[in-house]
């Protein structure tokens, strides 16, 4: 079996509410497309045997699209279900519970960041990590917190302001499961907050970095962004 993949696709986009309407935020559209179709195409250049979608909020409206739609990609699909929000964290763990691998790969619904995943996988099983997650180089930025990292090791986050360069957590992650990262914590909880910043702090947490595209489609500028760039992008063409 291939790789698993967990996409979290329960968010309420009220961000791009004065832009799309109706549909969790992984369905606005892209040039005719939905953006979770995007990342199901960029899932299908690597070895990956399974998806699970974490869902929430309209998620009969991405079920539907996925059992219209889904026979185009080659893996299979499950759902993790949140019937109340449980937070990035818990909507996380939820959706590992569905997972069958040790270590699985989650991305945000709402982000696309060209990472080499197999590449990324690989390095995981290289170091002594809980997580590792892919960093993206920016320049001047104020929207994403800095990370910090010393010898691929992930040393701290830095809060959210204006940096001339540094490196973004890409939100694309391999978890290992068995690591119990989410032990003692509620239903209802931060990742950032509540798993990686502890996992950070006990040196577990290890960073990629790497340099693709990268975007984040939450504010309605950025998606309007993606809808002019994604298209044109070599991998979807």
């Not at 993606?226 to 992008?233: F, I, K, T, V, Y």
Request: aromatic fraction near 12%; charged fraction near 20%.
């Amino acid at each position: 079996m291939g790789k698993e993949v967990v996409i979290l696709a329960g968010g309420l986009g009220t961000r791009l509410r004065s832009v799309v309407n109706d549909v969790p935020k992984c369905m606005a559209p892209v040039s005719g497309k939905p953006f979770l179709w995007y990342l199901l195409r960029y899932l299908s250049h690597f070895d990956v045997g399974r998806v699970v979608l974490s869902v929430g909020y309209l998620r009969d409206v991405i079920i539907d699209w996925i059992d219209g739609n889904g026979g185009e990609f080659p893996f299979c699909f499950d759902y993790a279900t949140e019937t109340t929000p449980l937070g990035t964290g818990g909507g996380i763990r939820l959706a590992l519970g569905r997972c069958l691998s040790n270590d699985v790969v989650v991305l945000n619904g709402d982000t696309f960041f060209n990472v080499d995943l197999d590449g990324l996988y690989g390095q995981h099983r290289l170091y002594p990590a809980s997580i590792t997650l892919a960093l993206k180089p920016m320049e001047h930025f104020e929207r994403y917190g800095n990370v910090r990292v010393d010898n691929s090791l992930v040393v701290g986050f830095e809060e959210k302001r204006h940096c001339d360069r540094g490196l973004i957590n890409g939100g694309v992650y391999v978890i290992d499961r068995s690591s119990g990262i989410f032990n003692g914590l509620p239903d209802k909880f931060s990742f950032e907050t509540d798993v990686l910043q502890p996992q950070c702090a006990s040196g577990n947490l290890y960073g990629v970095v790497q340099n693709g595209y990268f975007i984040d489609i939450g504010i309605p500028e950025d998606y309007a962004k993606a809808s002019a760039e994604l298209p044109g992008l070599p991998l979807f063409r």
